[in-house]
């Protein structure tokens, strides 16, 4: 559905990137809750008629991976060749998201970029050797401070622990290459203060700000105590921390150090989408190490929040992980892709039922948009053979719904578009759904259907046009989200041999009143929703 032609001749791509995942186990639904995030923010920029680059991937290297395949029996890249093909690249398939890039941290193309980019920052005197000893977690590739990490209890009774994980640190002893991180908390500040939407929400700007103001240590980038990893170019008995490693991808992958015309065009992102777990790398290191080397800062980095379960981050090491395709058998891929956007306010943490995830699919998605959709073609199938009729009649019902959905396009755009607050912006659209509902509730088509008069028939045409035409609107609006539930109502509207295909329907002209043409073939399908069976 990518926009072509001149409008996007050399523009810059609206370039969106997910975190580049750990292949230690299989995705769970706080994975996919970023990514499916992500398609649809970069969706709805191509609905716009923008240029659009959109970044996904896999994180391969580090201690981490090589203990599980250890654990697995298998070499490191056998281990992450088999969860990528059998497991990560399928689920983003199902979930329908429309990525155009999946950089993988042991292809050649990130590898040996990430050793030049190095090699340059140690050229430049921005790295030097020394010796560390600390407590690091190896469920998050970190060194820690004393001071952040828990008491243990229990079986780790004596024990320090990561606050993350709930696991206990290991102790860590080596000579390792330093990047001279603490030369940038100043020139950090003055980045925050000058772009204070750089850091979303407030609350995360508000946590990375008060950690840099404390002052920053200078970063360990090499380890030496295994050797799954990146070489460090001037010296191979080291290989590059797992962290400088992945947060490159966001560069290698656009063509840094191979094609300057792609790099040119695609860097820097506009929206780094990052769990708040790993906020510190992508708002602290990552904008340092781009200052060192001379390179353009993200524009945005936006920190979701956690999934929560039974009160718990949803994880695999907690017991509480949940498979995205649990849900997608019983609700549908549809329903999975809105119920997250919808239902938590995205940048904070909140809360997953089976409960909530039924009760919202029967009212919102079954009742008022399903339901609508259906009355509205059977209505035109009995009254009208099927043949939307033309509004003769138009009044001011007609021109509430008329200035409803303007209103709604508007705030639907800045929220999904600008705002990233994807629960606003959907619900700005189902309070749309809700009032063409109402509007036929009050405007009592059956009833005015049975007057045979002109007056009336002109007035029953003026009715189902105006609410098939809202429908028309919806399923523009709703197309990101619920890419194959907008394409069959697009289809039942007949809006294809008319308007042209859905994918090339622009989000800015959904609110444009009338482009469904009288005449059009109005068909009764399948329900968008079919109603939910027992579990």
Known sequence: MAATGTEQQGAKAYYVSTPIYYVNDAPHLGHAYTTVAGDVLTRWHRQRGEKVWYLTGTDEHGQKIMRTAEANGVGPQEWCDRLVEEAWKPLWKHLEIANDDFIRTTETRHTARVQEFVQDLYDKGEIYQGGYEGPYCVGCEEYKTYGELLEGEGEYAGQKLCPIHKKPVEMLQEENYFFRLSDYGPKLMEHYERNPGFIQPESAR??????????????????STFDWGVKVPWDDKHVIYVWIDALLN???????????????????????????????????????????????????????????????????????????????????VDAYRWYFLRAIAFGHDGSFSWEDFTARYTSELANDYGNLASRVAAMVGKYFGGQLPEASAHGTAEQAIVDGLES?????????????????????????????NGY???????????????????????????????????????????PETSQKLWDSLGAEASLGALADQRVQDAGRWGLLPAGS????GAALFPRLEER
């Open 408 to 436: 709604t396009v508007t705030e639907a755009d800045r929220r999904v578009g600008e705002d990233l607050d994807f629960s606003g912006g959907l619900t700005a659209i189902f309070d749309f759904i809700k009032q063409v």
């Open 250 to 332: 966001y560069a290698t992958a656009v063509g840094y150090g191979s094609d300057q015309e792609k790099f040119d065009a695609t860097f820097p992102a506009n929206v780094h989408l990052v769990g708040k777990d790993i906020l510190r790398f992508h708002a602290v290191i990552w904008p340092a190490m781009l200052m060192a080397n001379g390179l353009p800062l993200p524009h945005k980095i936006a920190a979701n929040g956690w999934l929560m379960v039974g009160g718990e981050k949803m994880s695999k090491s907690n017991l509480t992980g949940i498979s995205p395709q649990q849900l997608t058998e019983h609700f549908g």
């Open 440 to 482: 036929l509730t009050e405007q009592e088509p059956w009833k005015v259907a049975k007057d045979t008069s002109p007056e009336a028939q002109a007035r029953l045409a003026t009715i189902l046009y105006t609410a098939a035409e809202s429908l028309r609107a919806c399923a523009v609006l709703l197309n990101p989200v619920m």
């Open 206 to 223: 508000n946590e990375v700000v008060n950690f840099v103001r404390q002052g920053l240590e200078d970063l360990s980038i090499s380890r």
């Open 521 to 524: 073939t109005i068909t009764k």
